[in-house]
């Protein structure tokens, strides 16, 4: 053989992402473990929130860089430039729209999952596919839903409202749907749902191509829970001009104020109609699992799908939600597509058999993270029965947080505590409710600016409150004497 010129043999050599120099990587990766326990450890003692300045929004200006940079230098970057300008979601005073606060083993399953940059879902006999499957069980038992009934981990509740829409709209089509599209419904189809749903039911319906004037949206009740004599009539009087109701969505848990919809009156009502039910469960469904709360969602399992997160209130890390559906054929007509370069289930052995489910049979994604391995690592590491504890403990805080307000004679509840949410604001005699709307607004502000604590606001009845949604398996009582103490000076200031 023919002696290579050396310029040949270096241009020949093969090149990897792997390091150079894996002690120097080991070094790292402790360091940044440590720093990382050591930053979930000290929570409480930083702000609820930081304004990122304007220089750090510049400096994620420019072009990738075209050569190499030191591993070490850009962890610093990230401990300066990213670390502390976080949303705070896992501070123990973070309450604002809704969101959950993770855990230490969430972190570390985070990392096993990258190591091994694990995929599940498709493919056959190995782990993370059963990992999954046991999250899916423990989630149906968890909630009261039947075992034989299939579901999928998702992104999130969005991604989970849309799925179960999906299923829901081929179920009830009356015909093949998939290959004729919506052009070939004889009627227009309607979608019910109450005005407090989330807008990612509206997504849904959209995204579904049914329109967002298929959404009919139900006029709420005192306690804002879908009217039901009002949904009777919308269902009767659609039929009566032709248009084809196929599904109403009721909420466990809804983003403004945590009301639960009647999930047993609204299953009847489905039940009579043959309507699909699809419940919205993104926080609320965990309801089930409090040991003095669980009656607040009883009828949900007899959702045809039902739609929760686990990144809220079981306090995983993002992202995960889950989709449940009753009929697992149903569910797999609505998505099963095999082009021969992923056929499976023709032989038993290897990954292109099938032991458990596809999920690419189940759902719109083909490729996915092993996000069950988080949740598999948590619940075992924690049980139930603590997860079912802390529950509670957010709905006592709820209510604990309620009699503070009440008790308060510049502070006024919206309505009263449902589940896990309290909407309230500062209040002060001579001043008008728009004056009360803007002022409670730069509360919300300062106590965000200053760090104190993250509410948010929202509507209700034409006002604005601030809404403290309690996902949080961080916070104490004495954090919402802080908020209280907090929003009375900061409005008194203001005012
Ligand atoms: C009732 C309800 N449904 C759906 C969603 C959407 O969930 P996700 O943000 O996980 O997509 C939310 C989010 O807050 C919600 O509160």
Redesign the pocket.
């Known amino acids: 053989m023919k002696e290579q010129p050396d310029a040949a043999k270096e241009e020949m050599e093969d090149e990897t992402l792997d390091p150079d120099d894996w002690e120097r990587t080991r070094v790292l990766g402790h360091r940044i473990l440590d720093d990382m326990i050591d930053y979930m450890k000290t929570l409480r003692d930083r702000p609820a929130w930081q304004h990122a300045p304007n220089d750090v929004k510049k400096h994620f200006t420019g072009a990738a860089p075209s050569a190499p940079q030191q591993p070490e230098a850009i962890y610093q970057e990230y401990v300066k430039y990213v670390l502390p300008y976080q949303i705070g979601n896992n501070h123990p005073r973070f309450w604002g729209?809704?969101a959950g606060t993770g855990t230490t083993m969430c972190m570390f399953a985070e990392m096993l999952a990258a190591a091994t940059d694990a995929v599940s879902g498709s493919f056959s006999y190995y782990s993370n596919n059963y990992v999954e499957m046991q999250v899916l069980d423990w989630c149906k038992s968890m909630l009261g839903y039947p075992p034989a009934a299939s579901g999928l981990l998702t992104s999130?509740?969005?991604?989970s409202?849309l799925i179960g829409l999906a299923v829901a709209r081929n179920a009830k089509a009356g015909f093949d749907l998939r290959s004729k599209g919506m052009w070939a419904a004889p009627r227009r189809f309607t979608v019910y749902c109450s005005e407090e749903a989330?807008s990612?039911i509206q997504k849904a319906v959209e995204l579904l191509g049914f329109g967002s004037e298929a959404l009919h949206r139900i006029p709420a009740n005192a306690s804002m829970q879908i009217d039901l004599p009002a949904l009777r009539e919308a269902i009767k009087a659609d039929r009566k001009d032709g248009l084809f109701p196929i599904c109403a969505v009721g909420?466990a848990?809804?983003?403004n104020t945590g009301a639960i919809d009647d999930l047993e009156a609204l299953a009847d009502i489905c039940e009579d109609e043959g309507l699909w039910l699809h419940v919205?469960g993104?926080?609320g469904a965990w309801a089930a699992i409090a040991p003095r709360s669980r009656h607040l969602v009883t009828g949900m399992q007899r959702a045809d799908s039902l739609a929760f997160?686990l990144?809220?209130w079981m306090y995983l890390s993002y992202p995960i939600?889950c989709v449940l559906i009753r009929d697992p054929e149903a569910h797999r007509r609505a998505f099963s597509l095999t082009p021969t370069y992923l056929s499976h289930g023709e032989g038993q052995r290897g990954l292109t058999g099938i032991d458990v489910p596809w999920i690419s049979d189940l759902g719109y994604e083909l490729s996915r993270g092993f996000q069950a391995l988080k949740a598999w690592m948590t619940i075992k590491e924690q049980g139930i029965e603590k997860y079912g504890r802390l529950i509670q403990q957010n709905i006592d805080q709820a209510h604990y947080l309620a009699g503070l307000i009440d008790a308060h004679p510049n502070l006024q509840l919206a309505l009263p505590v449902s589940l896990n949410v309290v909407c309230f604001r500062y209040i002060r005699p001579g001043l008008d409710d728009v004056t009360l709307d803007r002022l409670n607004k730069q509360i919300e502000v300062e106590l965000q600016e200053r760090g104190i604590a993250v509410p948010s606001t929202v509507s209700i009845n034409g006002r604005k409150y601030l809404h403290v949604a309690i996902t949080n398996h961080r916070s104490r009582r004495v954090d919402f004497d802080v908020l209280v103490h907090e929003v009375a000076q900061i409005g008194g200031e203001l005012a």
């Open positions: 729209w809704v999130g509740c969005s991604a409202n989330h990612s909420v848990g809804t983003t919205d993104a926080f997160d990144h809220k939600g």
